[in-house]
């Protein structure tokens, strides 16, 4: 999986042990999929996942990861990692965007991915094969990065992996689930609850001003393959200015928010959320126990971890100057788990984990 801020990894236990505990669910719905580990994890476990997210890299990692099957792409996805892997490099549109304006990638990883790239667009795979392909790709350049994680800036110096070479490896695709073949989507968060139907939906939604596509443009570049204008130090797409998520608006959030699950078409809800995001714990929890006319059941449960590597590191002008301290180095992470009941009124319960 690719460098994510906001990736679940540390959560999954919890999450899996949420949904293992709904009794005869099959169908999971991911709203905000992100880069499917989540999806990924119940797709293993089992479950039939229908998998969401309105940025074109995050709905590649979901059709690879979530709705392509090992018995349908893994024998063609084989044979092209031999065949790309053998490719010289060709410099073109993302050598010279994000190695040569920008330092995010060393030029002769750039180079070969211009040229994996190319000839990716240009067999006109299967959706599925060429999702998994761009996977591939998408990753391999994560593993050569020069970055602390994040695509809003890159390193002043190389990064010492920027210099190892770039190789594309087969993803981990999974067999199809007992339940039914996957899906996965590129839709608005609201689009996608009108459309989908499940036993539990997981809804792990932005929480702050940051957006992902900012974050992680370099990939959503490197998968429309639109070799769009760019500005900036980072070399961030226009349309990062443009295509603003209502979730990272902090007056639009919570109103955004209570839609989402209310399109929900699942009677469980499992939530993750921040303390870093835009609303407290409480308001969540009275959000969730309006659900059903009042008929919501909800357990809290409390982790605390690390911030991502760049808290850790500390903030830096576009010089490499030290220009402030981070406020604090860890953070909790909530998960609601909010079930409808025939009971008239809701219950709010509280689940610490160590």
Known sequence: MIKYIGSKRTLLPVILDAVRAVPDASTVIDLFSGTSRVGHALKAAGYRVLANDHNAYAAALARCYVEADAEDVLADATRLVHELNALPGRAGYFTDTFCVKSRFVHPRNGERIDAIREAIAAKSLPPELEAVMLVSLMEAADRVDSTTGLQMAYLKDWAPRAHNSLELRVPAVLPRSPHGKGRATCLDALDAAALFEADIAYIDPPYNQHSYLGNYHVWE???????????????????????????????RFAESLRAVFAAVSAPVIILSFSNEGFIARKEIEAMLAELWRGRATITTIENDFKRYVGAQIGIYNPRGEKVGKVSHLRNKEFVYVVRREPAAASQVGVLPLA
Do not use: H
């Open 221 to 251: 570049s490197l998968v429309r393959w639109d070799k769009p204008a760019i500005y900036g130090i980072a070399c961030k797409r226009v349309d990062v200015r443009e295509r603003q998520s209502i979730f990272n608006s902090r007056p």
